[in-house]
C-alpha cells in the first residue's frame, strides 16, 4: 500500500495544476493517464533538449564564417565566393545539416539560388573555445604555399599532391590545369598568393578534391564557388535516399521496423526508384577506372546518394569515396590481427595475412556489391511482380562479388550491365524513362 506521505506528495505534482473546480468537474480523471500525460511531457522535454544539445554541438556555422571572413579581409585568402559571403551578405547560410562539428555543412542562398555550404573547422576539443584560439588555429591552413613560390613550383606541388592522393595517372597534368583555372578567381592568367593558399586548402579535403576529379560526371554535384576553405555546391533536392532519420539519441525508443516501413511509405514509386538506381549505377561505372583512376565507397550508406526534382541520382555526400591509391596507401605494410585492423573508413576491408600480421591492399568487397546490398531494401520492396523474381536473382549475384582482381573486370561489367537492362527495359518508353 502506498504511504501516504507519498500519496499527498503524488496528488500535488499530479493536481496541482488544475483549479479545484476543475478538479471537481472532472472526477473521472485516473492517476494513471496524468501520469502518461507528465511522462509524454518528460519525453517531450528530453528529446528538445537533446535536439538543442546536438545542434548547438554539431552546427557552428557562425564560427566558419566568422574566420572566413577576418582571413578575407586580411588579404589571407580569396575566392570566387568572398564578396558575396563577407561583403554583399547574398551567400547566406541557412539550415545546418551537420552531421559532425569539425566539418560544417549547411544549406543556404546565394543571389536567391538555392545551395549547399560547406566548411571544415578545428576540432573544438583541441582549441580552448575562444575566438582568437579558433582564428589561430585556422591559420596553420593556410600556411602554404609561401611568400616567392613562382607559378612553376606552386605547379609541381600541385602535381606532387594529386599523385600521391589519385595515383600515377597520364591525366594529372589535365587536372593541375583545371586546378590553376578553378584558383584564378579573377582570370587574369595568374594565380596570386591568397588565390594559391585558398585552393591549395581546399584541396586537403577529400571530397573538395574528389568534385574536382569528378566536375565532368553527371551524378557529381557541380560546385558554384569556394572562399578559403569554405565552398558551395548545387543543392540537391533530395540529400538522402530515405526521407525520415531517426536521431542516434532516438534509436533506441523507435523501432527498426517501424522507420524502416515509414521509409518505404515516403519513398518515390517503384519506377522513379528504378530511375535513381540506375543513375546509382552508373556512378560505379563512373569511379571505376575513370580518367583519374580508380575509387572506392567506403561507406555505402543511404544518406549519401540523393537525387533531384527529376529522380537523377546524386552523391550528395562525397567524403566517404576514396582514391583506390590512398586506400591501398593506408592498407601497405599495416600491422594487423584480423582482418577488421585492415579498414579503411567504414567499410573498406582488406584481409589480413596473419603469417606476417600485415594487410593485404586488396580491398574485399567493391563498389558495385556495396551498391547492391544497399539496393537490396530500396529497390525490392514495390517492385512489378513480373520483374520481381529476376530483380532478386541479380542482385543476390551482386552482392556476392569479390573485389579480387581476376574478377573485377569482366564480372562486374556483366552483372552492373543486366541490372541496368533489366531496370531500363521497365522504365523506357514511359513517363519515368
Keep these: 500500500i502506498m504511504p501516504r506521505a507519498l500519496r499527498r506528495l503524488l496528488h500535488l505534482v499530479l493536481f496541482c495544476p488544475l483549479s479545484k473546480g476543475l478538479q471537481s468537474r472532472l472526477p473521472a480523471i485516473k492517476v494513471k493517464y496524468l501520469l502518461l500525460v507528465w511522462l509524454g511531457i518528460l519525453i517531450a522535454s528530453w528529446v528538445i533538449y537533446m535536439q538543442y544539445a546536438s545542434y548547438s554541438e554539431l552546427c557552428r556555422g557562425h564560427v566558419c564564417h566568422m574566420v572566413i571572413c577576418d582571413h578575407y579581409r586580411r588579404g589571407i585568402i580569396s575566392g570566387s565566393s568572398c564578396k558575396a559571403l563577407c561583403e554583399q551578405r547574398t551567400l547566406t547560410l541557412q539550415h545546418c545539416m551537420s552531421t559532425s562539428s569539425t566539418y560544417q555543412v549547411y544549406s543556404g542562398l546565394w543571389k536567391e539560388r538555392p545551395v549547399v555550404i560547406k566548411c571544415g573547422i578545428e576540432d573544438p576539443v583541441k582549441i580552448d573555445g575562444s575566438p582568437d584560439s579558433v582564428l589561430r588555429q585556422e591559420m596553420s591552413l593556410f600556411d602554404k604555399p609561401t611568400r616567392g613560390t613562382s607559378m612553376d613550383e606552386f605547379k609541381e606541388m600541385l602535381h606532387s599532391f594529386l599523385k600521391t592522393n589519385l595515383g600515377e595517372q597520364p591525366s594529372l597534368s589535365t587536372l593541375v590545369d583545371r586546378v590553376i583555372t578553378l584558383a584564378d578567381v579573377n582570370q587574369d592568367g595568374k594565380v596570386s598568393l591568397a588565390e594559391a593558399k585558398s585552393i591549395w586548402a581546399l584541396l586537403q579535403m577529400n571530397e573538395y578534391l574528389l568534385m574536382v576529379a569528378l566536375q565532368e560526371k553527371e551524378h557529381t554535384p557541380k560546385l558554384l564557388g569556394f572562399c578559403g576553405d569554405l565552398y558551395v555546391t548545387e543543392r540537391v533536392a533530395h540529400s538522402s535516399l530515405y526521407r525520415l532519420e531517426v536521431p542516434h539519441y532516438l534509436q533506441a525508443l523507435v523501432p527498426e521496423a517501424l522507420s524502416t516501413n515509414l521509409n518505404h511509405w515516403l519513398a518515390p514509386a517503384w519506377p522513379r526508384r528504378a530511375r535513381i538506381t540506375i543513375g546509382l549505377l552508373e556512378f560505379v561505372e563512373e569511379v571505376f577506372h575513370g580518367s583519374y583512376g580508380s575509387f572506392l565507397i567506403c561507406d555505402a550508406s543511404p544518406r549519401h546518394v540523393g537525387y533531384n526534382a527529376k529522380y537523377d541520382c546524386k552523391m550528395a555526400n562525397l567524403r566517404s ?109 514511359t513517363q519515368y524513362s
Design 321 to 429: 569515396v576514396a582514391s583506390e591509391a590512398v586506400v591501398r596507401g593506408f592498407l601497405r605494410g599495416r600491422r594487423c590481427e584480423t582482418n577488421a585492423d585492415c579498414t579503411y573508413g567504414r567499410d573498406c576491408t582488406a584481409t589480413c595475412d596473419r603469417l606476417v600480421k600485415q594487410c593485404n591492399t586488396e580491398v574485399l568487397q567493391p563498389n558495385l556489391a556495396k551498391v547492391c546490398v544497399l539496393l537490396q531494401d530500396f529497390l525490392l520492396f514495390g517492385a512489378p511482380s513480373d520483374l520481381r523474381g529476376d530483380l532478386e536473382k541479380q542482385l543476390r549475384t551482386c552482392v556476392t562479388l569479390s573485389g579480387l582482381a581476376s574478377q573485377m573486370e569482366v564480372h562486374h561489367s556483366l552483372v552492373l550491365n543486366n541490372l541496368k537492362t533489366l531496370l531500363w527495359k521497365k522504365i523506357s518508353n
